[in-house]
């Protein structure tokens, strides 16, 4: 993933999270340094937060941490890192294991291989490969029950 859509997926599961009342103190913690980060490099993230899981806001949170020089650094990066790991930690389900999780790639070729993931194997969304892709050995999904193979 891409250092501004990882700042945006924090923004956004912070967002999520910080709308139900069993969100935990790490979790508020998380975001709350997370966006104190971001607001101290003038970046607004209050769309998103009105709207976590609007296409159109993400979008503009993107386009707005992409165009400012300095937003994006480590120490926003180790923030944004903190925010989804703990909301990983907290909610299992609010950040589901997928093995290899790709999003608006464009190459020539695709390859993948010895994917193993409790969850979804692999996902491409918005790819466009002109050479073609190779996916191999892939194990994912309920491995405790042989019926779900």
Do not use: C, W
Not at 17 to 37: E, R
Not at 47 to 55: A, L
Request: negative net charge; hydrophobic residues 45%; glycine residues 12%.
């Amino acid at each position: 993933m891409d250092p501004v859509t990882l700042i945006v997926t924090a923004v956004a599961l912070g967002a999520s999270a910080g709308l139900k009342d069993t969100s935990t103190l790490a979790v508020q913690d998380a975001y709350a340094a997370l966006k104190g980060l971001l607001r101290r490099r003038d970046i607004d993230v209050s769309g998103v937060e009105r709207r976590p899981g609007s296409d159109a806001q993400r979008g503009s949170l993107h386009e707005d941490l992409s165009d400012a020089v300095g937003a994006v650094d480590d120490e926003v990066l180790a923030a944004a890192r903190r925010m989804t790991d703990a909301v990983a930690a907290d909610d299992a389900a609010a950040a589901p294991a997928i093995g290899v999780d790709l999003r608006n790639v464009q190459a020539a070729f695709l390859t993948v291989g010895s994917v193993s993931s409790t969850g979804t194997g692999v996902r491409v969304d918005g790819g466009v490969f002109t050479g073609g892709i190779a996916i191999d050995e892939v194990k994912a999904g309920n491995r405790g029950d042989p019926s779900a193979r």
